[in-house]
């Protein structure tokens, strides 16, 4: 090639457009798969909550029942992972003293009662929000 051929192929500038996009490109697909999984994650955590939310919102009503609180929970949580678990947890307080269940408090009136519901997810795939918590008095 010659030196003057070689001077107007520097000066060229046309697909200048395209080696940008091939440079950009790849860094675009890497934040869209990035945003991808965590869109992902927020959706399942949101279900988790919704489905937490729903248990709280049957002791709320009135249920007294903690094992359906658990169908509940199960029944209302959509897309349930395969690995999950939940626990439902009933706990009593006289004032900030935590105490049991069947005794009155020092001052005569029965304790306050309360509802832990708490959900989590076993999957590894998931990588926030692993689990969901409502406390909720019933009495």
């Known amino acids: 090639m010659s030196a003057q051929t070689l001077h107007r192929l520097a000066r060229d500038e046309r697909g200048g457009s395209a080696v940008e996009f091939a440079l950009v490109a790849p860094v675009l697909a890497a934040v869209l798969a990035v945003l991808t999984l965590v869109w992902s994650d927020i959706t399942a955590v949101a279900r988790m909550r919704s489905a937490v939310h729903a248990g709280a919102d049957y002791l709320r009503a009135g249920g007294a029942d903690t094992a359906l609180v658990r ?48 959900a989590a997810t076993g999957d590894p795939d998931q990588m926030i929000g692993r689990t969901a918590t409502e406390l909720v008095r019933v009495r």
């Not at 029944?75 to 069947?102: K, N, Q």
């Open 71 to 118: 169908t509940v929970v199960e029944r209302s949580w959509e897309a349930m992972p395969e690995t999950y678990e939940i626990t439902v947890a009933e706990s009593c307080a006289c004032g900030d003293a935590v105490g049991g269940c069947a005794v009155l408090c020092p001052s005569g009136e029965p304790p306050s009662v309360y509802v832990e519901i708490r």
